[in-house]
């Protein structure tokens, strides 16, 4: 009774082993793939190539892997990979976008003391 007992137990989790084995086998990441290439391009309109040169290599270079992985039905590598890229892609964009509105800053600055040395000099001829 004992070795029935035993016998089924074994059978059940072994049933349930190759369920859980089903269960994650990871679809090609065609979208992700695809959201990774928008947020590169998006990254470059908003001069990431000129910014953030590291992060837009990065960015490409994982996109390619996970190409690869997925020609080699590595599902889950190119899903990662796919994501990586689109973080660094993202973190160009917004380091891209950062060094814009400091040049920006920079500008206003320099106008707002170039408009008080014109009024110091008016109010003071």
Do not use: H, W
Not at 88 to 109: P, S
């Amino acid at each position: 009774m004992r070795t029935l007992s035993l016998l089924n137990l074994l059978l059940l989790l072994l049933v349930a082993g190759s369920l859980v084995g089903c269960s994650s086998k990871v679809p090609p990441p065609t979208q992700k793939l695809a959201l990774s290439e928008a947020a590169i391009n998006q990254a470059e309109a908003a001069g990431a190539v000129e910014f953030a040169p590291l992060e837009m290599r990065s960015s490409r270079e994982k996109l390619e892997q996970a190409r690869e992985a997925m020609t080699k039905e590595e599902n889950k590598k190119a899903l990662y990979l796919a994501e990586q890229a689109e973080v660094d892609a993202r973190l160009a964009e917004a380091k891209a976008r950062t060094a814009k509105a400091q040049k920006t800053v920079d500008v206003l600055q320099e106008s707002i003391q170039t408009l008080k040395k014109e009024i110091e000099r008016k109010a003071n001829p």
